[in-house]
RNA sequence: AGAUCCGUAGCUCAGUUGGUUAGAGUGCUUCCUUGACAUGGAAGAGGUCACCGGUUCGAGUCCGGUCGGGUCUACCA
């Protein structure tokens, strides 16, 4: 088969994607074997997927595939997340560019236009996870808002509230002006701008009556020159009118004649009273905060302490009030324009500072949000918080990176506040609370049940079952017109995908539940991950998932966040068009450290397609040898000239699974070297999965595949020229390279399968194919591996430095105690420091270019003449190089309190570095002295 | 304001319980195209591990402080 000159992952990928899927590989179902459970972070239904999903998905993928093929039973669940406030001011947004506004239409209407537009884009978020090659269960995809799921969110929220958990008040909370909704705390983010701080004048008055004259405006106007005034500070002068004190610091010397006035408000000429409080600080601005309970939360708290009344002068959008009496109707940051020129017409203005402050903004719209006092539906965390905290704190739940996440989780927990629940909106699932007409709520989950609560409720007051039938048809009970916090339905997302609250102790719920480890960013630790704990623990007391896993902020490459407005945020499907999807899932993991943010730079996936190159020629270059391998009679004639060696045969008794026919002497230690090597490096990525250290895991991987395997292994054994290949070396290369492809494939599943397949004719595939067992490799044969491409490496270096072109070759003599190594890997070494002879010697070459490795020598003999005074720099500065070395080495043995307290093997270590050193040194200087 | 993480090669980062004169990728320099791969090969240069002090036989690693940067949390108008 011709094989094209360079990997095309387009036609690979759709091809293996769909056989895993006709194979049914990531389907699971309940068996004898152990779960691996993986439940997705559920993406929002009608987005696309970015950059941290990409890596979010990628690893969760690993993980999976990797316990997939580790003997487990794997099974991933996807699904999306209805969104509630980001859909639906999508749909909003949608249906105003066809003309259609919101407010003209009914909720059913409005749901029906929704519906449509989840299924219309709802599944483009599906089909970039299947590009990926996510290893998906796609027949246990779920929605938050399927029937099942709907059903679920109902039942748990009827029961918290039977349980006295969620209850229903007036409290101030965050309102987005633009979505029109309550948000909870953490849906606000805060930024910080510099505001401006403006000072005002607030008059004084001691007459207890209230001012009703037409004529106060000109009253208090005329009388501002005089000094009977109080001088506020605040940001938001639009929102005097809602003033109802001022409030100064008890100790406050200033203020203290003030006890029992009042203030007058500028423009609408307010009467209100002077109190007193420790929360104002003296230092700050003038010492006088004005109060306006309805606009902040401070002063709401300030209120309920002092029984103030409370001004509401702001609309659900934004815009002023008819509380606020002046500027009605105005949008909010427009009013305070008006007035800021208002109060500087009638002289209440004193002056303005530049303030830097932190402002509020909404999640989801943008806009600032706007503290307000609201009825809301909320459930008391206080309760929910002991258990999750406790699951963490003991090690049950262990997080990822840990450290760094423990400290914040316990605090939050520690000192959460209840959360709102309830939002504003029609998408997402509506609270089950029916109200009467006389203020009574009922809380159920359906319409039936409420009505049967009221008549329960009715009959206590009336015995009369007739009279209660009649009052039964006409109870007129209304819903809750508003809907639950997106989170409130994902919070159950570990339980609900295997219907674990809709019929609690199914099979499917007992075997998959807890998930095995949750991978998420870390920006929705309090949002999902703990409230997903709190949930687990609450109806199972069974933590969700056993390991918290947190991948870092994906950012660009001058490390600021991806987002739309900056257009900094690849297009995913571009990139796998343009790279190919293993090299996207290579790109994002070599550069993204376990929790911490990653910048993302295109070249790495550069990187990765180079990788995918490089594999590829690898395969081609193996495929050329299929077939050229001997025939019987010259393998014969090539065995008998080649007497194995003693030592050789030992060497290859360390590896059990080695044949007992043995082909040549270098090919002999290439094997017995690259399986061991590979045994190492199974051990140290298996160390790094248990650890999380994926990143770290894909490099050793990707070094023992392009360092070891394509440059040492595959040249070592290459044959010469359309020279035939020995056919027990050729099926080891096979071999090793689909053990490679193995221990690559979580990382690179397409490319890998792929190789797989074109290496040899396969039943089985890749995909499910299980591990081998680990076999402990042999040290001995790990260091002569070492040794020769030490000697290579440093041969090379010689030939470059004597400006020898690569065709040029060489004569080679060795001076060494041990020549038995060098014999053994005497065809490695000719080829590949292109040298024509090899010979032993006990002495010096004269005229030759000498090395030095360890305690040997190496004559190097060409046409082209040696450039002494080169070589001997060289060997000055390793000799001083080994001369700095040995004086650590000795200031450490010499050191009494060193060998006295340091660990036995440190000390032979030691010793050990002290001979080679002094062996080295001693190999120089007479290198040196051979040169003169 | 509190908490927390970070500061190592030009750049992005590894460096696991303290123990080779500190590693990788990328960039840079030199050389190399009929022989799997120029999306490549061979080789090389490049670091006072932010700073100061302490513990220790021994510190990039542990402790304290200083400076610089990030993130999260918080009700100072």
Redesign the pocket.
């Known amino acids: 088969m011709e094989l094209s ?3 095309i992952p387009s036609t690979t990928e759709e091809k293996w994607y769909k056989h895993w899927m006709d194979k049914k590989y990531f389907n699971s179902t309940p068996d004898e074997r152990s779960p691996y459970t993986v439940v997705i972070p559920p993406p929002n239904v009608t987005g696309v997927l970015h950059m941290g999903h990409t890596l979010n998905e990628t690893v969760q993928d690993i993980l999976v595939r990797k316990a997939r093929m580790s003997g487990f039973n794997a099974c991933w669940v996807p699904g999306s997340d209805h969104a509630s406030i980001a859909t639906e001011a999508k749909v909003v947004q949608m249906l105003k560019e066809k003309g259609i506004d919101k407010d003209t239409l009914s909720r059913e209407e409005f749901l029906k236009y929704a519906f449509e537009w989840k299924e219309k884009y709802g599944g483009i978020i599906y089909s970039q996870i299947a590009k990926l090659g996510c290893s998906v269960d796609w027949n246990r995809t779920t929605f938050t808002m399927d029937d099942h799921y709907y059903k679920a969110v109902i039942k748990v929220f009827v029961d918290l509230y039977n349980k006295g958990l969620v209850y229903r008040g007036a409290r101030m909370i965050n309102w987005d002006p633009a979505a029109k909704t309550a948000l909870s ?2 849906e606000v ?2 930024k910080d701008i510099v505001g401006k ?1 403006y000072y005002l004048k607030y008059m004084l008055t001691d007459n207890d009556t209230e001012m009703t004259d037409e004529n106060q405006e000109s009253f208090f106007n005329s009388r501002l020159s005089t000094a009977n005034y109080i001088t ?5 002068p639009e929102t005097i009118m809602g003033d109802t004190a001022i ?1 100064v ?1 008890p100790t406050d010397e200033r203020y203290a004649h003030l006890k029992g006035k009042y203030a007058i408000v500028p423009l609408i000429y307010r009467r209100i009273p002077i109190i007193f409080d420790e ?12 109060v306006t309970p309805a606009h ?3 002063d709401y ?1 300030l209120g309920l302490k002092h029984n103030l009344t409370v001004v509401d002068t702001l609309n659900e959008d934004g815009t002023l009030s008819e509380a606020a009496q002046i500027y009605v109707g105005v949008e909010r940051f427009a009013a305070r324009k008006k007035i800021l020129v208002e109060l500087k017409e009638k002289g209440y203005f004193i002056q303005e500072e530049e ?1 830097p ?2 402002l509020g903004y909404s999640q989801r719209s943008g806009v600032v949000v706007e503290p307000r006092i609201s009825t809301q539906w909320f459930l008391k965390m206080k309760e929910m918080a002991g258990p999750a905290l406790k699951a963490v704190v003991d090690g049950d739940i262990k997080i990822h990176p840990g ?2 996440f423990l ?2 989780y316990k ?2 927990l520690e ?1 959460v ?1 209840d959360w709102c629940i309830s939002r504003q909106l029609w998408w997402g699932q509506q609270i089950p609370a029916w109200y009467d007409g006389q203020g009574n709520v009922f809380v159920a989950e359906t319409r039936e049940q409420a009505a049967s609560l009221k008549l329960q409720a009715l009959s206590l007051q009336q015995q009369n079952t007739e009279s209660l039938q009649f009052e039964a048809n006409s109870l007129q009970l209304s819903q809750d017109a508003d809907v639950l916090d997106t989170w409130f339905s994902s919070w159950l997302w570990p339980m609900e995908v295997f219907n674990g609250i809709s019929q609690p102790g199914n099979k499917d719920f007992d075997y998959y539940y807890p998930a095995s480890v949750l991978v998420t960013g ?2 929705i630790i ?1 949002f999902w991950v703990a409230r997903m704990i709190m949930a687990g623990m609450h109806y199972q007391h069974v933590k969700p998932f056993s390991d918290v896993y947190f991948t870092g ?1 994906v950012r660009d490459k001058q ?1 600021r ?1 991806m987002s739309k407005s900056l257009g900094n945020s690849p297009d995913l499907l571009e990139l796998i068009d343009k790279y190919g999807a293993d090299s996207v899932r290579f790109g994002i993991m ?2 993204s ?1 376990a929790g ?4 993302f ?1 295109e ?2 996936l ?2 990765g ?6 594999l ?3 395969l ?2 193996v495929k ?1 040898w299929e077939g050229r391998q001997m025939s019987e009679e010259t393998k014969e004639i090539v065995d008998d000239h080649f007497e194995l060696s003693d030592e050789t045969k030992q060497l290859f008794g360390e590896i059990e699974h080695l044949p007992n026919e043995t082909p040549l002497d270098h090919a002999n230690l290439s094997i017995a070297w690259f399986a061991n090597r590979l045994q190492q490096v199974r051990v140290e990525v298996e ?1 790094l999965y248990s ?1 999380f ?1 994926l ?2 895991a894909l ?1 050793v991987v ?2 023992l595949i ?2 070891d395997f ?3 292994y ?2 070592w054994v ?1 044959p ?3 020279q035939p290949i020995e056919d027990e070396v050729y099926k080891r290369t096979v071999r090793f390279f689909e053990e490679l492809m193995q221990l690559l494939h979580p990382f690179m599943p397409f490319i890998t399968e792929e190789i797989y397949h074109l290496l040899s004719e396969k039943q089985d595939d890749l995909c499910v194919k299980q591990f081998a067992n680990i076999k402990a490799a042999n040290n001995g044969v790990l260091t002569e591996g070492e040794l020769l491409k030490q000697v ?3 041969l ?2 010689a ?3 004597s ?1 020898l ?3 040029e070759t060489i004569k080679l003599f060795i001076q060494s105690e041990n020549t038995g190594v060098y014999k053994k890997i005497e065809s490695i070494l000719l080829k590949q420091v292109n040298a024509e002879t090899i010979d032993y010697v006990s002495d010096t070459v004269p005229g030759a270019t000498v090395v030095a490795i360890e305690k040997d020598k190496f004559y190097m003999e060409s046409e082209r003449k040696a450039d002494t005074e080169a070589i001997k720099a060289e060997l000055l500065k390793d000799l ?10 000795l200031k ?1 043995l010499q ?1 009494e ?2 060998v ?4 036995v093997e ?1 000390v032979v ?1 030691e010793q050990k ?1 002290q001979a080679d050193a002094e062996a080295r040194i001693k190999t120089i200087k007479e290198s040196l002295a051979n040169l003169v």
């Open positions: 000159k360079n990997y705390d953490e983010e805060f701080l506020i500070a605040t940001q938001r409030c610091n929360y104002v600080d003296p230092a700050f601005g003038t010492g006088a905060l004005k902040d939360i401070n708290n303030y402050s932190r450290e760094k400290a914040t605090y939050w000192n506040k870390q920006d309090f902020m490390g966040k070599i550069s450290p911490n943010d990653m910048l730079d070249a790495s550069e990187q397609r180079n990788f995918t190159n490089k590829w020629n690898a081609k270059l050329m160390t650890q250290r990143n770290e490099k990707y070094s392009w360092d394509c440059s040492w595959l040249e290459k010469g020229f359309e290579i490496t440093a090379r270096d030939r470059n430095r400006q072109k690569p065709k001083e190089h080994q001369k700095g070395f040995l004086q650590s080495v450490k050191n309190r060193f006295a307290n340091a660990k440190v270590l570095k």
